[in-house]
């Protein structure tokens, strides 16, 4: 029902930018939220930044200052403004959405989590 496409990962120096894109398509009534993880070799998956519906915003501390999460609703997507990259960044980053469906039967029902394919992002010294 609901598809997530991330782009945007690849390779950048330390102290660039790279800006990642995640467009949602697909039958949507109600995206609570959307996010952006990352899980890197070793590592648990953590939230890396994350955008309710109402637009407020919540980031990991270690990303605080450089990172900047914003959403476009006429395309759906929602994007990751990475800067001032640090090697440690280096992970693959997932995009999440929080979505509520309607059934003209059953009304509202409960949210529903849709997980991307998850973009490379790769810091090099």
């Known amino acids: 029902q609901v598809q997530l496409v991330e782009s945007g990962g690849g390779l950048v120096q330390a102290g660039g930018s790279l800006r990642l894109s995640c467009a949602a398509s697909g039958t949507i009534f109600s995206i609570n939220a959307m996010g952006w993880y990352r899980q890197a070799p070793g590592k648990q998956r953590e939230l890396v930044a994350a955008i309710t519906s109402g637009g407020s915003t919540n980031y990991a501390d270690s990303v605080k200052g450089r990172f900047t999460i914003s959403r476009d609703d006429a395309k759906n997507t929602v994007y990751l403004q990475m800067n001032s990259l640090k090697r440690e960044d280096t992970a693959v980053y997932y995009c999440?959405?929080?979505?509520?469906?309607?059934?003209?039967?059953?009304?509202?029902?409960?949210?529903?989590?849709?997980w991307g394919q998850g973009t490379q992002v790769t810091v090099s010294s």
């Open positions: 999440n959405a929080e979505v509520k469906s309607f059934s003209k039967t059953t009304g509202w029902g409960p949210l529903i989590e849709y």
